[in-house]
């Protein structure tokens, strides 16, 4: 069942992890070798569709993604973010990332989130690519019409469009005994 958009944005964004690796984690602070044997381990476990050049592609999007946020924040943020779900996310089965945790978005500084309608690095390949600042992402939800197609729960299932937030201070994050 597909969650309906209101007017109102999420007070609450969810961060998936696998708990043999830990929170928070980004596959490109790795150096490549070790991103190399992670994605092959998730090609075997628990995701066998990932693509052979996904790092890459995954490198080259997220260089976008620190530049758009730099522009879009007025200020250039950590390099590596860590991502986020908009909404509660926490109810679904992801193999890959079995674990969840669920901030309230107002404990995160807005100067140090941003918003991609959609998986960051599909936006990175879209033509029109855009990400949003906090004050943006409201002025969308108060117009409704640009996120009434994005799911905001996986409750009932994983949402197949969904809104993501960039995390780009680190120190906004509980520490979690894992």
């Known amino acids: ?57 995954r490198r080259a999007a997220e260089q976008w993604l620190l530049q758009a946020a730099t522009k879009t924040l007025r200020h250039a943020p950590e390099s590596i973010p860590v991502y986020f779900f908009l909404g509660d996310f ?47 992402m409201e002025e969308l939800f108060a117009a409704q019409a640009p996120v009434a197609d994005f799911g905001l729960t996986d409750r009932e299932q994983m949402q197949p469009r969904f809104i993501e937030m960039q995390l780009w201070d680190r120190s906004l994050l509980p520490n979690l005994a894992v």
């Open 1 to 57: 069942m597909h969650s309906a958009v209101t007017n109102r944005m999420p007070q609450v964004v969810t961060h998936r992890y696998d708990p043999a690796r830990g929170p928070y984690l980004n596959l490109c602070s790795l150096p490549n070798p070790e991103a190399v044997r992670l994605l092959d381990q998730l090609r075997r476990e628990t995701r066998p569709r990932l693509k052979p050049d996904y790092l890459l592609q």
């Open 90 to 136: 926490s109810y679904g089965v992801d193999h890959s990332r079995p674990a969840s945790v669920v901030l309230p978005l107002a404990q995160l500084h807005p100067e140090a989130v941003t918003f991609t309608l959609g998986d960051s690095m599909r936006v990175a390949a879209e033509p029109n690519r855009c990400v949003y600042n906090l004050e943006q």
